[in-house]
């Protein structure tokens, strides 16, 4: 028996969804299956029953699918060997050559990447479309167009595109909605709940929280989540049994941890805005953001990520990250620590100046992730390192 019983609370279902009933071996915590293969119940077994890792089908695998379908109601799900692999996979799955998909701008770095480099030299071309503007879409769409690809909250600039509006869209035209909801988490957004057919996380970030791991994730109808199975079968991109036991860990902890970040960057958000050394703070939660009313009306919470501009540009926001004592300066994000960084230098440095600059995304701009730490010691570590104490 596996508890996936939609009743229950998000909290409930962190704990206890996909378990096996009753434990294996009477074990509380599920071990962790450190085998590549695994014998056939019989000598007359088909292949249907093979497991083996790269099929992303032992034991610890099947109980993280489960819990992470439960998390956002979604018919079926996958974990993958990192959250671009994740992302390639689906890609790779519901287009092919000849094939168009549209994106919202804005996207982070790496899909960026794939989408206008590696998918182009294969045929499969994207159409950067507005984000909150469906006529532009409209007057974008074309007979070959198969997807639309849109995140919850972009990376790093935060903005919330009519996420509902593209869901109705895709729906309407035929098209595979596509969202990375790694921002929100399924805490703060549950996307198929709004009519997404997928939904992709780096699991590396909020699910896992503890920056040990890189892990992806795919949620949504279970007919284009086993298609995008079937695809990483062959790409080769499965999650190790170990990492699989540190996700399905760490997801336990995933509501308090994240609760804890919503409150903690909205505080250190109003903190900075008020500042007479920052020029421009970005996050949903603050009424002064584009799409503040949006992601008022969507989300749970505002999420744990904002970014911002320190007056006195490149080196006023080195010489600020150099003062801190807190935040750690390096890449990735949603560990219960706060990391910091400066996106032209890191997320988004394989994206020439030009490009980042149609974005937004300045030289100077500083994003930090906002850990599990007491929001007024982040905020005082802030101050002397704005202050240049």
């Known amino acids: 028996m596996q508890l996936t019983d939609y009743l229950y609370d998000l909290d409930t279902l962190l704990v206890h969804a996909g378990e096996p009933r009753p434990p294996m071996g009477g074990a ?45 109601k979604a018919e079926a799900a996958l974990v993958t060997a990192s959250g671009m692999a994740a992302i390639a996979a689906v890609l790779l799955t519901v287009l092919g050559t000849g094939d168009r998909m549209m994106v919202q701008e804005g996207l982070y770095g790496g899909t960026h990447g794939l989408v206008h480099q590696d998918l182009k030299r294969l045929g499969i071309e994207a159409d950067v479309v507005c984000n909150d503007d469906p006529a532009d879409w409209r007057r974008r769409l074309q ?92 790409l080769g991109a499965a999650l190790d049994p170990h990492a699989c036991f540190l996700l399905h860990r760490g997801l336990k902890t995933l509501g308090v941890r994240v609760r804890q970040q919503n409150r903690g960057a909205e505080a250190v958000a109003r903190f900075l805005a008020a500042h007479p050394a920052v020029t421009r703070v970005n996050y949903p939660g603050l009424e002064s953001h584009p799409d503040h009313h949006r992601a008022r009306r969507l989300f749970e919470g505002y999420g ?26 390096a890449p990735s994000l949603g560990g219960v620590e706060s990391l910091v960084t400066r996106p032209a230098a890191t997320s988004h440095a394989g994206m020439s100046p030009a490009a980042r600059r149609a974005m937004g995304v300045s030289e100077s701009l500083v994003r930090l992730s906002v850990g599990i730490e007491a929001p007024r010691d982040l905020i005082a570590d802030l101050d002397q390192a704005l202050a240049g104490r």
């Open 304 to 329: 744990g990520m904002l970014s911002f501009e320190i007056d006195g540009g490149v080196a006023a926001a080195e010489a600020f990250l150099s003062r801190l004592r807190l935040p750690v300066v």
């Open 28 to 72: 509380v915590i599920l071990p962790v299956f450190q085998s590549a293969t695994f014998a056939y119940p019989d000598p007359c077994t088909t292949d249907a029953a093979l497991r083996y890792i790269r099929l992303n089908n032992t034991p610890n695998h099947e109980v993280l699918h489960a819990k992470l379908a439960a998390l956002e």
């Open 143 to 234: 007979p070959t167009t198969r997807a639309f690809y849109v995140e919850t909250i972009t990376n790093p600039t935060m903005r919330v595109a009519d996420l509902e509006a593209v869901a109705a869209f895709s729906r309407e035209h035929g098209l595979v909605s596509i969202i990375d909801n790694t921002f929100a988490s399924p805490v703060n957004f549950r996307p198929v709940e709004h009519g997404f057919d997928l939904s992709l996380h780096s699991a590396t970030k909020y699910l896992n929280g503890h920056s040990d791991i890189v892990a992806g994730a795919v949620m949504g109808r279970a007919d284009l989540v086993d298609r995008v199975r079937q695809r990483l079968d062959h």
